[in-house]
T-cell receptor, first 112, second 113 residues
Framework: GNSVTQMEGPVTLSEEAFLTINCTYT??????LFWYVQYPGEGLQLLLK?????DKGSNKGFEATYRKETTSFHLEKGSVQVSDSAVYFC???????????FGAGTILRVKS | DAGVTQSPTHLIKTRGQQVTLRCSPK?????VSWYQQALGQGPQFIFQ???????QRGNFPDRFSGHQFPNYSSELNVNALLLGDSALYLC????????????FGQGTRLTVV
């Protein structure tokens, strides 16, 4: 079945540091890939997405590239801010059903 | 434009009781999916409703049931509550059944004691 594996956290960085959160997936067919962010006490917000191989999703300085050959969708940001502290979820969507399969989430803590 | 709204935001129930959670989708959306997010874990798909029918179901027991109304709003019902049902329940809405973006509500925090 479809599954998503993402690096365990927490990830603790200083402000302006470079961020990478690894995500790999297993899927049949050609899923869409997503990164969602969850701030404390809130629901999920879509951060970025990519719908086919080699697509790059980007938003608010975050980027991720759909790599079919390595089945990966790593999240990166060049310079993190304290306000980026949250839980980040990698997910895939079965295009036939729109059902989302999530990874376990990675806690990001950014210190000033 | 109101996004996805869920009610209530929090509730506490006793083991063995029943609970109903409610979701109103984003304007223009006709598909509602429900997810369970246990503490420290990623959301797990419960089921999806479209045209008032359950279209997809995850690996959840029959104690979990749902309904979609003609105005596309939806309810999630859980019977015979267990301590392990304590979680954040998230509703997501989208348009149709294809590969479209899902928008999430802020969730209902259910605590079973």
């Amino acid at each position: 079945g479809n599954s998503v594996t993402q690096m365990e956290g927490p990830v603790t960085l200083s402000e302006e540091a470079f961020l990478t959160i690894n995500c790999t997936y297993t899927a049949t067919g050609y899923p869409s890939l997503f990164w969602y962010v969850q701030y404390p006490g809130e629901g999920l917000q879509l951060l970025l997405k990519a719908t086919k191989a080699d697509d790059k999703g980007s938003n608010k300085g975050f980027e991720a590239t759909y790599r079919k050959e390595t089945t990966s969708f790593h999240l990166e940001k060049g310079s993190v801010q304290v306000s980026d502290s949250a839980v980040y979820f990698c997910a895939l969507s079965d295009p036939a059903t729109n059902k989302l399969v999530f990874g376990a989430g990675t806690i990001l803590r950014v210190k000033s | 434009d109101a996004g996805v709204t869920q009610s209530p935001t929090h509730l506490i129930k006793t083991r063995g009781q029943q609970v109903t959670l409610r979701c109103s989708p984003k304007s223009g959306h006709d598909t509602v999916s429900w997810y369970q997010q246990a503490l420290g874990q990623g959301p797990q798909f419960i089921f999806q409703y479209y045209e008032e029918e359950e279209r997809q179901r995850g690996n959840f027991p029959d104690r979990f049931s749902g309904h979609q109304f003609p105005n596309y709003s939806s309810e999630l019902n859980v019977n015979a509550l267990l301590l392990g049902d304590s979680a954040l329940y998230l509703c997501a809405s989208s348009s149709g059944l294809g590969d479209t973006e899902a928008f999430f509500g802020q969730g209902t925090r259910l605590t079973v004691v």
